[in-house]
């Protein structure tokens, strides 16, 4: 089972950072300069062989609207030998991070947005995130 989805995100860049010239870019040099940061994401999720049948551990989110959020949760696959299926944890992290990552109080913090999430996972597991 795979999951895919692909977004462009323009978050401004908070930082300075170095000067590269932009090479093969498919933007004009015009509108390259009025942009501060490009952050373009595409996302796949392809599973360990042996997982394929519950579509792994691994879940991730990317944040609509243009708000340059995303995260991916790597379940911990040691929940297994608990028989917890180590998925459910991640995928429910993750979920609950799409849904909170509107809440205006965590948009620029993701240490807030983690703990929320948490708060609101029932499923048992852990992943790093």
């Known amino acids: 089972m795979a999951a895919s989805t692909a977004s462009r995100l323009s ?10 010239p932009l090479r ?22 392809i599973p360990h062989p042996r997982k394929v049948e519950t579509g792994g551990e691994d879940a ?23 028989n917890v299926n180590p998925a459910l944890f991640s995928r429910e992290l993750m979920a609950n991070s799409s849904t909170f990552i509107k809440d205006e109080e965590v948009s620029q913090d993701p240490q807030i947005l983690l703990m929320k ?10 992943a790093t995130v």
Do not use: M, N, Y
């Open 117 to 126: 999430a948490h708060a609101a996972t029932s499923s048992i597991g852990s």
């Open 60 to 82: 991730f989110f990317v944040g609509g609207d243009g708000c340059g959020v995303f995260a991916i949760a790597d379940g911990v696959s040691g929940w297994a030998e608990k």
């Open 24 to 45: 093969r870019s498919r933007f004009s040099p015009l509108r390259a300069a009025k942009l501060e940061a490009v952050l373009s994401i595409g996302t796949h999720v």
């Open 11 to 20: 978050p401004p860049c908070l930082h300075a950072a170095p000067h590269h």
